[in-house]
Nanobody, 130 residues
Framework: QVHLVESGGGLVQAGGSLRLSCAASGPTFNLYAMAWFRQAPGKEREFVATISWSGGTSNGAAYYASSVEGRFKIARDDAKNTVYLQMNSLKPEDTAVYYC???????????????????WGQGTQVTVST
């Protein structure tokens, strides 16, 4: 079972930026797609961004929710077993607990449904003030 640990959350003013990190345990990080989800109070968990495994034709392709497209960027560093979420132009509606997740099986290309993921981190709080 992989262990995922998020960091980088905090309080930021609207228009500001944050970078989230998610460190994963285990030797096969590069074989798995990774994603970020978020959950705001009183709402269901929602997809934010996903990045494919690093090999094959996908070559780390990414896919974003329309609400964050153009503002957020997901990236991975396989040498560090880490996935990042760079968040720019933050809005109050981005306030949520952000979770990273690892795909339930290897070699997936831009999975984005929660059921596609088998391991989750504990979450990190992001609060955007007006």
């Amino acid at each position: 079972q992989v262990h995922l640990v998020e960091s980088g959350g905090g309080l930021v003013q609207a228009g500001g930026s944050l970078r989230l990190s998610c460190a994963a345990s285990g030797p096969t990080f590069n074989l798995y797609a990774m994603a970020w989800f978020r959950q705001a109070p009183g709402k269901e968990r929602e997809f934010v961004a996903t990045i494919s495994w690093s090999g094959g034709t996908s070559n780390g392709a990414a896919y974003y929710a329309s609400s964050v497209e153009g503002r957020f960027k997901i990236a991975r560093d396989d040498a560090k077993n880490t996935v990042y979420l760079q968040m720019n132009s933050l809005k109050p509606e981005d306030t949520a607990v952000y979770y990273c997740a690892r795909a339930g099986s290897p070699y997936r290309i831009v999975p984005y449904e929660p059921a596609d993921f088998g391991s989750w981190g504990q979450g990190t709080q992001v609060t955007v003030s007006t």
